[in-house]
C-alpha cells in the first residue's frame, strides 16, 4: 500500500486537500480507483498529522447485476463506516428517459445524488478516484472537441452544496492504480451496464497511448505544463 500512500500524501500536502478535524466520504462505485483510495485513505489517516475520519458511501443505481457484498466485507475489515444508498438513476436513464447517449445524464444524476448521500450524513467533504489519466484524458476531451485549454480541478468548492471535492489519486497513473490493487488483492466489482464501452474517453486514452510511444514523457510534460500554467486551480498550493 506504501506504493499508493506515498503519492496520495503528496496530492494531498500539494493541494492542502484535507484540514484537522475532516470527515471525508469517498464515493464507492466499486471500480478499482475508488476502493484503492478508500483503503488508501483510511490507511493515511492512521498516521497523517492532521486527524480525519473517512467514510465510504456508494449509490446503489439499481442497475441489474451489482453486487457490493465485497466492499462490505473490505469495509468491515478495515474498520471503515460505509453506506449504500439505494437510488433508481438505472431505471431514470433507461427506463424513463430511454437516454440514446446515457452516459452523461448518468453522471449527472450520480453527482447529484453522492453530493446528496454526503451532505445527509453530516460530511461536507467527497473523494473521488480520478487518476492522472483521467486527468490527462479530461484535458485532451476538452481540447480537441470544445477547443479550450481546461480540466476539473484537484480542489473544487461547489458552493450551491456546500461541498467540496478532492482528488487524491491525481499523481498516479491507471496502471499503477491497478498494480496497486493486484497487489493489495483489493475487491473490485464489474460494472455490467449496457452503455458501459466504447467512448469519447476511451479515444483519448488511445490517443495519449500513441503519443507516449513516439514521444516518451509526452504525458508527463502535458501534466507539468497544467501545473505551471495553473489553469482550472492546478498550480500546487504547497511547494
Not at 157 to 168: A, G, S, V
Amino acid at each position: 500500500m506504501q506504493k499508493a500512500l506515498s503519492p496520495i500524501r503528496r496530492a494531498v500536502q500539494d493541494y492542502n486537500m484535507i484540514n484537522d478535524g475532516d470527515k471525508i466520504a469517498v464515493g464507492v462505485s466499486g471500480g478499482k480507483d475508488s476502493v484503492l483510495l478508500l483503503v488508501a485513505l483510511k490507511r493515511l489517516s492512521m498516521f497523517y498529522p492532521k486527524k480525519f475520519e473517512v467514510t465510504g458511501i456508494t449509490l446503489d443505481t439499481n442497475t441489474p447485476g451489482m453486487d457490493f457484498t465485497p466492499i462490505q466485507r473490505l469495509c468491515d475489515k478495515e474498520q471503515i463506516p460505509y453506506i449504500i444508498k439505494k437510488t433508481r438513476i438505472y431505471d431514470i436513464v433507461f427506463n424513463v428517459r430511454k437516454e440514446q447517449n446515457p452516459c452523461s445524464l448518468c453522471a449527472n444524476l450520480r453527482r447529484g445524488a453522492l453530493n446528496n448521500a454526503a451532505l445527509e450524513l453530516g460530511i461536507s467533504k467527497l473523494a473521488l478516484g480520478h487518476h492522472n489519466d483521467d486527468v490527462l484524458e479530461t484535458f485532451m476531451m476538452n481540447l480537441i472537441h470544445e477547443g479550450r485549454l481546461g480540466c476539473f480541478s484537484p480542489v473544487t468548492y461547489l458552493d450551491r452544496k456546500e461541498i467540496t471535492l478532492i482528488r487524491p489519486l491525481i499523481y498516479m497513473t491507471e496502471g499503477e492504480v491497478r498494480s496497486c490493487v493486484k497487489r493489495n488483492d483489493l475487491p473490485v466489482i464489474s460494472n455490467p451496464c449496457p452503455a458501459n464501452g466504447y467512448t469519447e474517453r476511451q479515444e483519448m486514452k488511445e490517443l495519449l497511448y500513441s503519443l507516449e510511444k513516439d514521444y516518451k514523457g509526452v504525458k508527463d510534460r502535458i501534466f507539468g505544463a497544467m501545473q505551471r500554467s495553473g489553469i482550472d486551480n492546478w498550480a500546487p498550493e504547497i511547494k
